[in-house]
Nanobody, 115 residues
Framework: QVQLVESGGGLVQPGGSLRLSCAASGIIRSIKSMNWYRQAPGKQRELVAGVSSGGSTNYADSVKGRFTISRDNTWNTLYLQMNSLKPDDTAVYYC?????????WGQGTQVTVSS
């Protein structure tokens, strides 16, 4: 079992920044990747950014150059630095663990970009 707890969401003005964190606990092994997804009202959940076990990263086109995914050395914490936020970034953001021992999700954290 892997438990994921997101934090760092909130209300921010357009152009502002937020840093999301995901605390992972439990049996963390044989990781394939850890990822950030988001889901806006009435839309499907979409991949925002991911980091593989080898360290490679990938981003949705809509966030390239604005968001940065990172992790600590032990895979216990995953981060998402979000800069130049736009109203279209408003969504619930979810942390995802994809490993050979299963696929797990956090409960999500709300990000609202509004003036």
């Amino acid at each position: 079992q892997v438990q994921l707890v997101e934090s760092g969401g909130g209300l921010v003005q357009p152009g502002g920044s937020l840093r999301l964190s995901c605390a992972a606990s439990g049996i963390i092994r044989s990781i394939k990747s850890m990822n950030w997804y988001r889901q806006a009202p009435g839309k499907q959940r979409e991949l925002v950014a991911g980091v593989s076990s080898g360290g490679s990263t990938n981003y949705a086109d809509s966030v390239k150059g604005r968001f940065t995914i990172s992790r600590d050395n032990t895979w216990n914490t995953l981060y998402l630095q979000m800069n130049s936020l736009k109203p279209d970034d408003t969504a619930v953001y979810y942390c995802n663990y994809d490993g050979y021992n299963g696929n797990y999700w956090g409960q999500g954290t709300q990000v609202t970009v509004s003036s």
